[in-house]
Structures are given as C-alpha cells and as structure tokens.
C-alpha cells in the first residue's frame, strides 16, 4: 500500500526527451508567462511619494531576476527531465521511504529518550527549551487531532476552538475561584469534551466538505464569542496574570516554600521552565498512550472502520453517533488538556492565539505525518515547527519555503511522512 | 427447524416521490430456510432489503421479525443499526462494502463490536487493560478464525481488505455478516461477479451456514444456478409487485415469471419453457 513510488514511476513513461531547440521554446514559453504574471505584481511597486500622495515606481531589475531564473529553471527542467511531469519520486535515492519506515519503528523509543533529556542537555539555553516546550504542545494537539481526523475519518478545520475552551476554562477557573492547575486541568478537559459533543451533534449527518466547513465556523464562532463576551472573557485584552503552575503546591518561586528552598537547590527561573517541559512531555505521553489503547478496543475499531465506510459500520450494529461523538469529545479532550497548558505557560492569554491559522498548523502536522500514525505526528510536528524556527530570520521568505517544502513532501509522499497503518491486532499462529 | 416464519413482510410500500419502488409486497422467509428473491433489474429487491435492514424507512407496511426464542421485533420501527443489534439481522452489499484499510481479521473483529464493547464496559475496563476483556478479545478472534477458516481466508487474516480478491472480498464479507450472530442473513448478490467454481463454493457456504448454524438466509440473486439449486423458496418481484411466490420447482414452471424474464408474447411462453428446462 505505498502507490506514491509506483505511481510517479509510472508517469515516466510519458515523460519525452527534448532537443535543445525544444527546450529553448519551453523556456521561452516559461518566461513569457512568468512576466506576464509577474509584470504588475513584482515590475510596478507603490510608494508614498514625498508629498504623501501615492506614486508608482518600476522595478525592472527585480523583474527581471525573476523572469531569469524562471528562463533558467525551465530551460534546465526541460533539459533534464523533458516534457512531462516531473518524477519527484527518483529525485529520492532509491529506499528512502522504505528506510523512513524501518526509521519510524525504532524512533519513538529514540525520539521520546531525547524529549527526556533535553531538558539537561540544555539546561541554560531557555530559547531551546521553550521551543521544545512549543514542539511538544503541537505535538500533543496533533495526537488529539489525530483521532478525529485520522482515526475517526472526521475533517475538523476548527480544532483550535477546543484549545481555546481549555485554555479559558483554565484561565477562568483559576482566577474566579482560585482552584489550583491540577483541579483546573481535568476540568478544562472535561468542558472541552462537552464542547466537542455540542459540535458533534449538528454534524453528524455530515461528511467531508461540509463538516469541514461546519468545524471551521464551528472554530470562527468560539473564537468571536471570546472576542466579543467582554465582561466574561475581556474580550480582546484578553485574559492576564493566569496563576502558573506550581509542582504539586509548591511555588516557583524563591521563597521559603518555594520549590528551590524544598528541595535545598538555588532558586532559579528555569526550574518553572524545566517543570512546564516535563509536564507537557507527560501530558502528550497520556495522550499518545490513550489513543494507542483505544485502537486496539473496540471504540477505537468502530472509529477506523467508521473511516472506512459508515455504512458498513451500521450495518453490523454500531452505533455511529455514539461513535462520532466519542471521537469528537476525546479529540477535544485532549485539546483542552493542551489549552490549560497553553494557558498556564503563558499567563495571559487572548482570542488572538485561537485563530483559523493554528487549527490549519495543527491540520497540517497530521495530514503530513501520515493520517492515524502517531509517530508520523511527532516528526511532521518537529519538522515545521522546527523548520519555522531555522527559517525566522527569513521572515518574510518563510512562508515561501514552508509551502514548497509541502508540496514537495505530498508529492513524494501523498500519505504522509509515516503512512503505514499498524493493525490493531493479528492472528497468532494457530494453536 | 423450519415451519415458523422468522420474517413476515407484510403490505411493504416504498414510495420515493411519485416512484412506487415497492407497492404492497408480502411474504414470509421460513425459518432455516434460503429464501430468494429475484426479479429483473430495477424490480425493487434491493430496495426491500434496505427496508429489511432498515437503512430505508418503508412508507407504509409491516415487518415483523421473530427470534427463535419466541422475541419478535417491529423492523419498521427500529433504527437501521439496531436492526443489526437488537433483531441480529445481518447482510451484505451489492457492491462489496469492506473496510479496506483494515485487516481481514480487524474487519471480523469489527463485526463483533456490541459484544466486545459490553466486555470492555463501554471502553473503560478496555482501558485499565482488565482480563476479562483480554478474554472477550481472545474469544472474538476465535470465533473470527472460525469463519476464516470456512471461507478459506485463514492465510489471508493480516492482509489488508482491499488487497483480497474479488470473489475473496465476497466470501470475506459473509464471515463479516456472520460474526454478528445473526438469525436472518441478508445476501445481496453474493454470487456476482463469481465464476462457476467459487459460485459452487458459495452454495456449498450457504449450505453449511443454514444447517450447522440455523441462520436463515434471505438471498437476492440474479446467478439462477445458485437460486435454483438451494432456495427453499423463491419470491419474485417486478416492478415493485410480487408476481409469484414457491418452490423453486414452481417458479421454474410459472409463465409470469418467464415472462418477466424474458419480455415474450404469451403464445411463444411454451417454447421458451421448454428451453429454460433443457
């Protein structure tokens, strides 16, 4: 079950060698079209002219690069590969996916060795931390994604409303009646699972596209209501000073029952930021253990088979809309979870951290990781995050590459980074 | 074992818009009996089987199934996955619904999800990894590699669905049907797309199903080799209507039928009975 190879190989075929002449014309052509796209867009450029009214300057260099290194790349394509589609698959060495897979057994036990001791390893470089800290909470939204849309079959373009119920719950819980982070965090939980439900229940007739766009409105409302419920939420200041965490009573702080002063270590600010690491790292943990156990019960069966033809499903006796519904409220569960995180990491939080762009991220990282593969989630989710941060001084190139680099990865591998399933069960041998 | 009706259809009328798919159908499927159901493209008789298995609400009618212990249940009032739970009605498809991306044996093990869920107390003891789940999931493969073993599936058990073979994804979704424990199975041409040897298989699988299981089987097929050779009794529908309704020995004989079949003048019937008996 790996069509990306075979099928791109199979398109070789209608791949034709070129004449130089021939691939001059292409090249041409190429450029052609690269201007006239290219013209107004890149060739005129607006300014502020020096009375304030707007004036237009030209900028032929630039253009001109461009529709160069379009001439250039088409011209090499055409010389290289000839007419045709592109075989992305042979600019792969040869076994690469099938060492990916063989990759993908042996690396969680590896991956999760290194997420324990990262916090020592860079125990004075905060900025490492934190974006571990970062990698690991998508890394967790991802796995509680991942049942809804990888398991369950369910495409949930609002995933990041759940994130901001917990995150709220949280925020909310905590200062109205100082309940501490350990009774807040199942609660966030909880609140956010009974939002997935209230979700699931409008769409359970739907499939597809229109519980995408459902879910994406879904997400849109959530974020709106935050927005706009001003004395509730406070709108869009947000909500500040959430208590942080502390380890099971004690503070992080530099006082006589702080954390430091128990444990007789000197007090520094990093031990709340190594303490944030291993929490996260462990509330992923549950996540992953959760849904790895539910795969192999039989709500987890009725979710994949649900994925696979709901029909078939009813007609064997399963419930489906129990089904969906547990899908929903264990993905949004688990968002929660992260959301309280979220809320306590930061200490202050507003509905601008709850935008469609988050739940696309988060989309994103399952659909490249291989839908249903919880390894598949871990590297697709170290990848761009880790890929956002290498490519932070090209700002404004960033997005640029991080698209290309994805259209590149779906054409290599349309399934996915990691795309094989594991059977939930096998047959032992007889006897 | 046979005598009782297990399913009675009665007044069945499926109209969709000014469309009578079905108009006042009735006819009892006898306990331990194959009972088939045939009748010309387009006659309705899959329509009847959604309404059987409840995935079409019938506009009017009753249907009423009865348990070998003595339950009876209403069809037309229960929800097409209760139909499955409650009544343990099973059935295929026409155009084989599998779970492809799934294991031969997962799709199996699907099949027995309400037991299964009962023995995991709705997930939770599933999750504390209790024995007595451990035991529930044990008993369901065996009963899973049972029927592999019927349907000559056993060495394919941890291949993908969709990787099975045509007639292989046919017999796969009988083991399918069959793991829910049914006492009605509903066949929707089993034996489409089968050549001659895996559509003799197929008879001697049905066969083994009706008299070592006591399902009764309600069959809708096109292949007459299969109908004739082992219903119990046949009912024919065309164009919504039940046109005859016997032994396969009378079906064979009745001149609607023929007919229906084969669209001839009534004068020419003989001629053509006399061809379809050679």
């Known amino acids: 079950m790996r069509p990306s190879v075979s099928q791109t190989a199979g398109t070789q075929a209608v791949t034709t060698k070129l004449t130089f002449a021939g691939a001059l014309k292409d090249a041409v052509l190429a450029a052609l079209v690269a201007f006239g796209l290219f013209a107004l867009m890149i060739g005129l450029h607006t300014d502020q002219g020096p009375t304030g009214a707007l004036v237009i300057s030209t900028r032929v260099q630039e253009l001109g690069i461009i529709v160069g290194l379009v001439f250039a ?18 600019l792969v060495p040869a076994g690469w996916g099938d060492r990916a897979q063989r990759f993908s057994r042996f690396a969680g036990p590896l991956l999760l060795g290194i997420a324990v001791i990262w916090p020592f390893a860079f125990y004075h470089n905060r900025y490492v931390l934190d974006l571990g800290i970062l990698i690991l909470t998508y890394i967790m939204l991802g796995w509680g994604l991942n049942i809804v849309v990888g398991l369950a079959g369910l495409l949930d373009l609002g995933y990041v409303a759940f994130y901001a119920v917990g995150a709220y719950s949280y925020a909310l819980l905590a200062q109205n009646f ?17 939002w997935g439900i209230l979700l699931g229940f409008p769409v359970l007739r739907l499939r597809g596209d229109y519980l995408a766009i459902v879910t994406l409105a879904f997400g849109e409302i959530i974020r709106l209501v935050l927005l706009n419920w001003q004395s509730f939420t406070g709108g869009p200041n947000g909500i500040s000073s959430i208590p942080r965490p502390s380890f099971f009573g004690l503070p992080f702080n530099d006082e006589e029952d702080g954390f430091a002063a128990f444990f007789g270590l000197e007090f520094a600010p990093i031990h ?27 709500i987890g069966r009725a979710w994949e088979a649900m994925r696979e033809d709901e029909i078939a499903c009813r007609s064997l006796g399963i419930n489906t809309t129990n089904t969906k519904l547990t899908a929903f409220a264990m993905g949004a569960m688990f968002g929660g979870f992260a959301g309280a995180f979220f809320a306590t990491r930061q200490g202050f939080i507003s509905p601008e951290s709850f935008v469609f762009g988050e739940s696309a991220l988060i989309l994103a990282i399952v659909v490249l990781g291989g839908m249903g593969s919880q390894i598949g989630v871990v590297v697709a989710a170290i990848v761009m995050l880790g890929g956002f941060e ?33 059977p939930s069960l096998h047959l032992g041998k007889p006897g | 074992m046979s005598g009782a009706p297990i399913l009675c259809v009665e007044h069945l009328t499926m109209r969709f818009g000014g469309l009578v798919a079905i108009d006042k159908l009735s006819f009892a499927a006898q306990r331990g009996h194959i009972t088939a159901l045939i009748g010309p493209n387009g006659a309705g008789k899959t329509t ?58 997962e799709n199996l093990v699907v099949a027995q999800h309400n037991v299964l869920m009962k023995a995991s107390v709705f997930t939770f003891a599933g999750l504390l990894g209790l024995g007595t789940y451990h035991r529930a ?27 099975l073979a045509y007639g292989e994804q046919r017999r796969l979704e009988i083991a399918r049907a069959m793991c829910t424990d049914p006492v009605l199975l509903c066949l929707d041409e089993p034996a489409a ?46 164009y919504g209507v039940k046109i005859a309704d016997g032994t396969p020995e009378e079906i064979r004989n009745d001149p609607k039928v023929i007919a229906a079949y084969l669209g001839v003048e009534d004068d020419e019937i003989e001629q053509v009975e006399a061809e379809v008996r050679t």
């Not at chain 2, 044990?138 to 941890?158: H, V």
Request: glycine letters at 8%.
């Open chain 2, 48 to 105: 009847v089987f959604n309404c059987i298995t409840g995935f079409y609400h019938p506009t009017a009618g009753m249907m009423r199934l009865e348990h070998p212990g003595g339950e009876a249940y209403l069809l037309e009032r229960l929800l097409d996955f209760r139909i499955a739970k409650l009544a343990r009605v099973a059935r295929t498809f026409q155009n084989i619904r599998l779970f492809p991306g799934m294991t031969v044996l």
């Open chain 1, 178 to 194: 100082s309940l501490s982070f350990w009774i807040c965090l199942p609660l966030a939980g909880i609140l956010a699972a009974f």
């Open chain 1, 390 to 422: 290498l490519f932070r001084e090209f700002e404004q190139y960033r997005m640029l590459v991080f698209g290309f680099a994805m259209v590149l990865i779906m054409i290599w591998r349309p399934r996915g980074l990691v795309a094989t399933r594991e």
């Open chain 1, 272 to 298: 709340r930021i190594v303490f944030l690491f291993y929490l996260i790292l462990v509330l992923a943990l549950i996540t992953n253990w959760v849904t790895q156990r539910m795969r192999r019960l039989p």
């Open chain 1, 73 to 90: 790349g088409a011209l090499l394509r055409a010389l290289i590969f000839g007419r045709g589609p592109v075989p992305f698959a042979k």
């Open chain 2, 137 to 163: 999931e044990n008993e369901a493969i065996d009963k899973a590699r049972y029927w592999l073993d019927k349907t000559g599936l056993l060495t394919r058990a941890d291949d993908h669905a969709g990787s």
């Open chain 2, 193 to 238: 797309g089968l050549n001659a040897r895996e559509s003799g298989e197929l008879n001697a699988l049905l066969r083994f199903i009706r008299q070592e299981h006591g399902t009764s089987i309600l069959l809708i097929e096109h292949d007459m080799s299969v109908v004739m050779e082992i219903s119990d009794h046949i009912v024919v529908l065309d």
